[in-house]
């Protein structure tokens, strides 16, 4: 099975630059969605949070460094990797940058070699250190999971709110699929063999969930999607 290709969102308000940028990442393999400001770009982080955030800095009405502010204030996005990349390269910038939370910095001109190795470095880095970085806790956390998932479904009934909440999380169909058998107290083997994929990719969509979600295990990630009327089985 293929694995899928990373996704990035790009933000900056020069047209030539966010299509020659997404041109050559996608010839690199990432999957790339362009916003030509920070509301639009907000905008496209509700829909689908991508693996890493391009921003540039110098934009009108919302600068790069208030976009930060308003992605990191949100839990869903703390731990999402941000590439600031700018026509700024002057080192207060670079140290105002990174104290904004940012976790790369580009100046442009820049070589597009450089920024795909960056984005491939912060996606590495990321995966390593989830909370589930292999999507598989230890036998003895898994199965106390697993009773508690269970438990929780025989609270279902009162814990649903549906969806009162005004929560909209835009899940691909895949993840939804996940997510509907993690809260059927499933373990990622018996994910995989329903879904016909592979374990590790159980282990990605998992993942996935709890950066959508805000969530650190799975009993945390079912809960939250009961009382939010996010599971559709």
Not at 44 to 50: I, K, N, R, V
């Amino acid at each position: 099975m293929v694995d899928t290709p990373s996704k990035v969102l790009l933000v900056d308000d020069e047209p030539g630059l966010r299509e020659s940028v997404q041109a050559y990442l996608e010839d690199s393999n990432f999957q790339v969605r362009v916003a030509s400001n920070a509301a639009e770009g907000w905008d496209l982080l509700q829909q689908d949070t991508p693996n890493v955030l391009i921003s540039d800095i110098m934009m009108p009405q919302v600068d790069g460094y208030q976009f930060l502010k308003q992605v990191r204030e949100d839990v869903r996005f703390q731990g999402l990797p941000v590439v600031f990349l700018t026509a700024r390269g002057m080192t207060s910038d670079r140290i105002q940058g990174y104290k904004a939370g940012a976790d790369a910095y580009l100046a442009k001109p820049f070589d597009p070699e450089e920024l795909v190795a960056i984005l491939n470095s912060l996606i590495d880095r990321r995966a390593a250190q989830s909370p589930e970085p292999s999507g598989t806790p230890d036998m003895a956390t898994m199965a106390r999971q697993i009773e508690e998932i269970k438990a929780l479904l025989t609270q279902r009934g009162s814990m649903i709110k549906q969806n009162n909440s005004g929560i909209r999380i835009d899940f691909t169909p895949r993840e939804q699929d996940v997510l509907d058998l993690v809260a059927e107290g499933l373990m990622n083997k018996e994910i995989a063999s329903r879904l016909g994929t592979t374990v590790r990719n159980v282990e990605k969509y998992v993942s996935r969930l709890f950066g959508k979600t805000g969530t650190n295990s799975r009993t945390e990630l079912v809960r939250y999607a009961l009382e939010n009327g996010l599971v559709t089985t």
